[in-house]
């Protein structure tokens, strides 16, 4: 397997701009996590899903953040519009039955909203 | 809340060394800990996941501890390597929850 590949892997943008950040998880994974990483906060949780349903997006900062999952193989973080402290490196992982075990994680999107 | 630590933040050490990184964790009501390795401009790597029943994991040069009551986690490296030279964090599953608590992380540089 390929592992998780995240899409774009860079992308600058002027703010209020729509950015839409795109992943592919493991096949066979039940669990998909998106992750956001910067240098204050450190790598902070903003929403997972169990077989393609939302299960808890209380780490998305505000209602400018969206997420979906419309099959195993595809989900997709959109902000809109895109503010300066939304730049940071958004990171996709996937696991296997309990979400406990092991995550896998993709290579990031670095994202500058300039 | 759980919160966890990491300590130092970042460190420094000749080629050959044995090292230790340190964890802390507030709430001991966890599933496992594991420990990640995080290279620059790079997703995270798992490198060992210690599950509560357990107190050590080994990998190769790695070992982990965990002693869950007194809240800490240690990772050792034996006879650091230049390639060790990255970012370790450290991770806990809280009871009643599909999530992961990390830490802010140890950089780790290793020198010829």
């Known amino acids: 397997d390929a592992g998780v590949i995240q899409s774009p892997r860079h992308e600058v943008t002027e703010m209020g701009q ?3 950040l795109r992943c592919k998880p493991i096949s066979g994974h039940d669990y998909l996590f998106w992750y956001r990483q910067t240098m204050m906060r450190g790598l902070e949780l903003l929403i997972y899903f169990n ?5 808890d997006d209380s780490g998305m900062p505000e209602d400018r953040f969206s997420a ?7 989900s997709t973080l959109k902000i809109q519009p895109s503010e300066p402290r939304d730049s940071a490196v958004y990171f996709c992982a996937s696991s296997q039955g309990l979400a406990w075990e092991t995550q896998y994680f993709g ?3 670095r994202l500058l909203v300039l | 809340k759980q919160e966890v630590t990491q300590i130092p933040a970042a460190l420094s050490v000749p080629e050959g060394e ?9 709430d001991s009501a966890i599933y496992n800990l594991q420990w990640f390795r995080q290279d620059p401009g790079k997703g995270l790597t798992s490198l060992l996941l210690i599950q509560s029943s357990q107190r050590e ?5 790695l070992n982990a501890s965990l ?9 050792y490296i034996a006879a650091s390597q230049p390639g060790d030279s990255a970012t370790y964090l450290c991770a806990v599953s809280p009871y009643n929850t599909d999530k992961l608590i990390f830490g802010t992380g140890t950089r780790l540089q290793v020198f010829p």
């Open chain 2, 67 to 75: 002693d869950k009551s007194s809240g800490r986690s240690t990772l």
């Open chain 1, 51 to 55: 077989n393609n349903v939302p299960i």
């Open chain 2, 57 to 61: 994991q080994t990998s190769g040069r």
């Open chain 1, 107 to 109: 290579p990031g999107t």
């Open chain 1, 18 to 20: 729509e950015v839409t």
């Open chain 1, 68 to 74: 979906k999952m419309p099959n195993a193989s595809f």
């Open chain 2, 18 to 26: 044995n090292l230790v990184l340190n964890c802390s964790f507030t």
